[in-house]
């Protein structure tokens, strides 16, 4: 086996491991958002918390797979258009994590100190 195709399966593994972080990580938090969810006094919370855990794993995901994308582009195909694609593909991974973290924390990253913390 060539050492291009042992790098091309670790990334497929690596992808495999983001994409299955996100089905199952979001197939438990709507499990456990439904239980939550079964007290009607409950049902406000257990809302915000699933968006929540759902953003999380969103993001974790998100990180894998940018694990994913940097080494299959520095190691299999390190071209300046597969340098640009992972440039871009970063960016847009960059502002989707950060719409994410606005949307979980209620606050930008920089005015977090003016807002008392989450007691998760």
């Not at 593909?89 to 950060?98: A, C, E, G, H």
């Not at 719409?99 to 979980?104: K, M, P, W, Y």
Request: glycine share 8%; net charge negative.
């Amino acid at each position: 086996m060539l050492y291009d195709e042992v790098i091309s399966n670790i990334v497929k593994v690596v992808e495999a491991v983001g994409a299955g972080i996100m089905v199952i990580g979001g197939v438990g938090a709507l499990i456990t958002g439904a239980v939550a969810a079964i007290q009607p006094d409950n049902r406000v919370r257990a809302y915000n918390d699933l968006r929540r855990h759902l953003g999380r794993i969103i993001l974790l995901g998100l990180e894998v797979l940018i694990i994913a994308d940097i080494v299959r582009t520095i190691i299999i195909d390190p071209t300046l258009v597969s340098v640009s694609v992972l440039g871009l593909i970063v960016l847009i991974r960059i502002v989707l994590s950060f719409s994410l973290e606005i949307e979980i924390d209620g606050t930008t990253p920089w005015s977090r100190w003016r807002h008392p913390a989450n007691p998760d």
